[in-house]
């Protein structure tokens, strides 16, 4: 689906405060300079929210009800609504976490990336300011997502949705990080979204987002082993229903390193990226 890139958030608006100076604090305030115009350029697309939170909730109360009544994978004492939940709040992260890539494009065709490019600002300080914006827009959806669990019966507690808001931004920032990765290569909005349905769709359908792991063929379990979401997503269910196939402790260590390379992967990616 194409999205309308907004030109707000301009680089004149920015410029007095990326520019001049260095060191840490610098460094910082130009970082936050990106995030903020991200953060800006979000709240102007209020349609961008509604349509990112309305796929979600689709999945949760249509396909939750649906299958729930008609499949007893479970476990004991949670419906399959509930099972799925984790599922679709790393459902959420996935699809708007790896298409905020897509507004590298946008940038570029409004000729916004240029300007950042030849600004007194790392490629690394640019990459994590915009990280952190895909980070931010994906921590408000999921917490739409959260609200409405609570509603449906999931048992937060003050330490389980603490865990929750830290696997939600690692998963984030991995995440952004491969999106931005892939948009810095790509010059067409058509050709990105092609390169990514082959990304969220098996990252999502894989991660064990909609079935239990247990008992799966040695094939699927292959596959399932190497996706980066299996691990949110069972580290969101120990989280929210105390239930999950690997401890909590490992799911959180594998998701930091997959994070940490795919942090690396887009730096790297962005040091080589083009702005025209």
């Known amino acids: 689906m194409t999205r309308n890139r907004p030109k707000g958030g301009s680089w004149r608006d ?48 249509v396909i939750g009800s649906g299958l729930g009544a008609a499949s007893p994978v479970t476990v ?23 298409f905020f890539g897509s507004y590298i494009i946008w940038d570029r065709k409004f000729d916004f990336l240029k300007s950042v490019m030849v600004a007194p600002v790392s490629r690394s300080g640019v990459f994590i300011g915009k990280t952190l914006g895909g980070m931010t827009t994906s921590l408000i959806q999921a917490a739409i997502l959260l609200a409405i669990g609570a509603a449906i019966g999931i048992p937060f507690t003050p330490v389980s949705l603490a865990q929750v808001v830290v696997i939600i931004l ?34 999502f359908f894989l991660s064990g987002a909609l079935f239990p792991l247990d008992n799966l063929p040695s094939w699927l379990g292959v596959l399932t082993t190497v996706d980066p979401a299996t691990y949110g997503v069972d580290a969101l269910r120990h989280s929210m229903l105390g239930v999950g196939s690997n401890t909590f402790e490992f799911d959180v260590a594998i998701l930091v390193a997959y994070t940490t390379a795919l942090g690396v992967f887009g730096i790297f990616s962005f040091k080589r990226m083009k702005a025209v």
């Open 76 to 98: 004991p004492g949670v419906d399959y609504q509930q099972f799925i939940f984790p599922g679709i709040v790393a459902m959420s992260i996935i699809f708007s976490s790896v």
């Open 14 to 61: 920015l410029q007095s405060t990326i520019s001049g100076g260095s060191g840490i604090e610098e460094s910082l305030t130009r970082i936050y300079a990106l995030w903020l115009r991200e953060f800006k350029v979000f709240l102007r697309e209020k349609s961008r929210l509604v349509a990112s939170t309305f796929t979600p909730v689709l999945w949760l109360f």
């Open 170 to 203: 690692l998963m984030s920032f991995g995440l952004t990080s491969l999106g931005l990765a892939l948009g810095s290569y790509m010059y067409s909005l058509e050709g990105f979204q092609m390169i990514v349905s082959f990304v969220v769709f098996p990252l």
